[in-house]
């Protein structure tokens, strides 16, 4: 258990609306990842966070944001939702600073978007 | 750019055969390599990974993975397959020490008795 928390769990919204899903620490990791998962795809890196109020664009980054304003959060933003954001997003977290057998992200428990 | 391939989408075996689930990868230098399990439901549980050194690495439950540079491949097995075993696999490779994670699209295992 690498101490990571997802709020909420299951969220079923509407096209057009804003949503905020929120990965939650305990342990002060530097790095924190959001990915999204869909059949056939695997997982895909939407942004990742490598300390407070510094984040960087993933593969999959348009149409969300992310903001990190104390270590232990990290939080995803859609602005305005739509039905091709459907999906089970994961929040990751990395310990260490680089290289080494530190080197793993650890994932939550996932967030099941549903955009009607 | 980095790619990561898993020929097998499905994969069924009968309890107590061997297992070997297939990866592929594309990248230019050494790669940091991940095997992952998600159980239905779940979020994905780290069962071994490969940074340097002994090619051939250990992991939970019994599973192992050869890293093989000739082949791009890093190949996840398991003598003995239990019903338990039965989940979505991903292999995945990282790059700058492990940052920002490509996966593959994972191998559904099924499990008969």
């Known amino acids: 258990d690498a101490g990571i928390t997802q709020s909420p769990r299951h969220k079923v919204t509407e096209t057009g609306t804003p949503v905020t899903l929120r990965c939650h620490q305990t342990?002060?990791?530097?790095?924190m990842y959001w990915y999204r998962q869909d059949p056939g795809h695997g997982l895909r890196l939407i942004h990742y966070?490598?300390?407070?109020?510094?984040?960087d664009k993933g593969e999959v980054s348009d149409g969300y944001s992310v903001s990190r304003s104390k270590t232990e959060d990290f939080l995803l933003t859609l602005e305005s939702a739509t039905s091709s954001q459907t999906s089970v997003y994961f929040c990751?977290?990395?310990?260490?600073?680089?290289?080494?057998?530190?080197?793993?992200?650890?994932f939550g428990p996932g967030t099941r978007l549903t955009v009607l | 750019a980095q790619s990561v391939t898993q020929p097998d989408i499905h994969i069924t075996v009968s309890e107590g055969a061997s297992l070997e689930l297939r990866c592929n990868y594309s990248?230019?230098?050494?790669?940091?390599l991940f095997w992952y399990v998600q159980s239905p439901g779940q979020g994905l549980q780290l069962l071994l990974k490969?940074?340097?050194?002994?090619?051939l690495v250990q992991g939970i439950k019994g599973f192992e993975a050869e890293f093989k540079r000739s082949q791009s491949s890093y190949n996840l097995r398991k003598p003995s397959v239990h019903w338990s075993d039965a989940a979505e696999y991903f292999c995945?490779?990282?790059?700058?020490?492990?940052?920002?994670?490509?996966f593959g699209a994972g191998t559904i295992l099924r499990v008969k008795s």
């Open positions: 990248y230019g230098a050494t790669p940091y």
């Open positions: 995945a490779v990282g790059r700058e020490y492990g940052n920002k994670l490509v």
């Open positions: 490969y940074f340097s050194g002994d090619t």
């Open positions: 342990e002060n990791h530097r790095y």
């Open positions: 990751a977290i990395r310990p260490g600073l680089a290289g080494g057998s530190t080197d793993t992200q650890y």
């Open positions: 966070s490598y300390g407070v109020k510094d984040t």
